[in-house]
């Protein structure tokens, strides 16, 4: 039993010397009471764990407090919440609801020129068909193709705009074009000379849609130039234009629909209360998944209000064999 010391008043303290034992316990009495049994003494090594195990505690209990008040401002933030389709800062390969947005844009795309194109931009649904070929005599034919040196295709669409004009009393005031019959006419020589001396060295001449336009007396031209794959999953893609790349089609559009306003045509659309034609929506996937969907919606009607304001040229320039 260890002796007890009265009295002791401590005059000087020494650090322990290199090679004492850190573990070793040292009993102090004040009174009859001892402050800590033996075996009970708490080490100088035990004491600077604890103090490294505070540590440890304290930074962790910082970086949750800090994580909790992040994700509390990320609840709150309505336009996270609303519309988190990019990613701030982060790469484009990242930028997954972007990058699937986009793609749900394309498809409806895709799905609008499709229906037109099946519906409307074919014979037999305008007021006036007429089919190009070799030779503007021949009994199948009613025009020269544009891509006949033969051709005269500014006089003939001038041609084609006066008679719509006569017999409905609106000027026709759009063309839609293939995109061969494009490709024809901005290199025909009729339509070249309108526009080769418009040009220098920093500027050369071009024909562009709003150029064309202007030479053949419409508002605008629209080149139906949307591309699908028409091919089945798991076959070889067969990828080609939507519309007949050989095709044209004149009509009048006009600018303000209403109920008593004549048109070739109207598309309908409803944007199902969301003030929206094209909605994205994204909505969660099950709990535990950590998924999300994304998808789109349409819902559109196209109808032919006047056919006879509108002319379908078959074979504007001539079908690759």
């Excluded at 709150?76 to 930028?95: F, L, V």
């Excluded at 034919?141 to 001038?158: L, Y």
């Excluded at 303000?256 to 048109?263: A, L, R």
């Excluded at 999300?292 to 006047?306: H, S």
Aim: a negative charge; glycine letters at 8%; hydrophobic letters at 35%.
């Amino acid at each position: 039993m260890p002796n007890k010391l009265k009295n002791l008043n401590i005059t000087k303290v020494d650090l322990v010397p290199e090679g004492a034992n850190p573990d070793a316990f040292v009993t102090m009495y004040k009174s009859k009471t001892p402050i800590r049994k033996s075996g009970e003494a708490e080490s100088f090594a035990d004491k600077l764990k604890d103090i490294k195990l505070d540590d440890v505690v304290r930074q962790i209990w910082q970086y949750t407090e800090s994580l909790s008040s992040s994700l509390i401002s990320i609840l709150r933030d309505d336009n996270i919440i609303q519309s988190d389709i990019e990613r701030m800062g982060a790469k484009g390969i990242m930028k997954f609801r972007q990058n699937k947005s986009k793609v749900i844009a394309e498809q409806m795309f895709i799905h609008q020129n499709k229906t037109f194109a099946q519906q409307y931009f074919k014979k037999g649904v305008w007021g006036t068909d007429l089919t190009g070929g070799t030779s503007a005599s021949s009994s199948s034919t009613d025009f020269v193709s544009f891509d006949n040196d033969n051709s005269s295709p500014i006089k003939f669409i001038g041609d084609c705009i006066t008679e719509i004009k006569r017999t409905t009393g609106r000027k026709p005031n759009k063309l839609g074009l293939g995109q061969r019959v494009f490709d024809a006419l901005i290199n025909h020589p009729d339509v070249m000379n309108r526009v080769i001396y418009g040009g220098n060295t920093a500027s050369p001449a071009m024909v562009t849609t709003k150029s064309l336009a202007a030479i053949l007396g419409v508002d605008e031209v629209v080149v139906f130039d949307a591309i699908w794959n028409s091919a089945n999953l798991g076959e070889e893609e067969n990828t080609g234009f939507i519309c007949d790349e050989n095709a044209m089609l004149l009509a009048y559009a006009t600018s303000t629909p209403m109920i008593d306003e004549p048109t070739a045509g109207y598309t309908f659309r409803w944007d199902m209360g969301t003030k929206n034609i094209l909605p994205i929506i994204e909505w969660e996937g099950d709990e535990g998944t950590y998924s999300n969907y994304i998808g789109g919606m349409i819902a559109q009607d196209m109808e032919i209000v006047c056919k006879d304001l509108g002319f379908y040229f078959q074979n504007a320039v001539t079908p690759k064999n």
